[in-house]
């Protein structure tokens, strides 16, 4: 048997979003079918909306409601530092320390040779565009990951001759973690970036 | 810092949904904002589309584009029997088989005194004005649960003595199980379905 249509094509939508296999699919779907029409509404609603409402922000490329964001926005921060980071999600967890008072700059990817990723498809030229600027410091916040790597290389190389210092989170050791759990490449990490007490 | 409005609303949006967390709530949004407006249309109206065309089949209580859903309305079916599911969904599952050629009841859950569900609560009263027809068999497909189990022996009780035979799927070992593996609930129940060979 077919589903009826109108819950096959819901089926099908959930199962475009990532993650999401057939079986979980079907389970969203008829988890729809049994909320009010209120609440279904609501949820198509806030689809709509966060398409329509939302876009880049001019400056850092974060995702905003208007041509600024509401941190770019803010005189309190500093302007001679800026964090580059690969995703508007890693903002919210940079602003969740509650120490860092610079602004941002998102790529919206890493570079990935392997994939076609260059330069070019992230907001590289949009953040060159800023260092005209005061800025002073550019903190490289993308993961310890192989296109996180090569993505802080590039930057640094790129950003350096225009006589900005170019900094990277460090890696090492979670704190809390234990020697006798760390992976290899973590604890070489820890070493590298030791510091004198 | 707080996610923009829209962004927010949407994250929650998808919170409300059954197995995502807040985690996934916010890759699936971003994912959402990536995608083009068409796509994210489509799936808005996917959502108040079935919302607003389905209904529960006036026979057999399935999710139904009209009054009366195809397999209701398809006269090559047999009125002698009818199996009765838990969800609508687990119609398709005998249906995949292309085995059983009967009629359904949807009871829309199972029976669950614990959480205060009782006959009420289920499609139990439509079940049994459907019995006054020809039905000669019912065949409780409930899963081998307590709650199925529970609902199986409640049905059984009150449509014996309306002279309907009532049988249930057999429990047993899953076909390419291994003995070794089989917890004991199952290995008793293949036990007790034994058959001659």
């Known amino acids: 048997m077919q589903f009826a249509r109108p819950l096959a094509e819901l089926i099908a939508q959930f199962e475009r979003l990532p993650g999401v296999g057939p079986k979980s699919a079907q389970r969203l779907a008829f988890h729809v079918l049994r909320q009010p029409e209120d609440d279904v509404r609501r949820m198509a609603e806030a689809l709509l909306e966060a398409k329509r409402a939302l876009r880049l922000c001019a400056v850092c490329q974060n995702i905003s409601e208007s041509e600024q964001c509401e941190i770019c926005l803010d005189p309190r921060r500093d302007p001679k530092v800026i964090c580059v980071v690969a995703e508007p999600r890693d903002i919210s967890s940079m602003e969740r320390l509650n120490e860092f008072k610079g602004f941002y700059h998102v790529l919206h990817g890493l570079l990935n040779p392997l994939e076609g990723v260059g330069p070019e498809n992230l907001k590289v030229r949009e953040l060159l565009e800023r260092l005209r600027d005061t ?63």
């Open 135 to 197: 800025v002073e410091e550019l903190i490289i916040a993308t993961n310890p990951t192989v296109e996180g790597d090569t993505t802080a290389f590039y930057l640094a190389k790129l950003v350096k001759p225009l006589g900005v210092r170019v900094t990277r989170l460090a890696h090492g050791m979670p704190v809390g973690g234990e020697l006798d759990y760390a992976d290899t490449a973590t604890l070489l990490s820890a070493l590298e970036y030791r510091r004198e007490l």
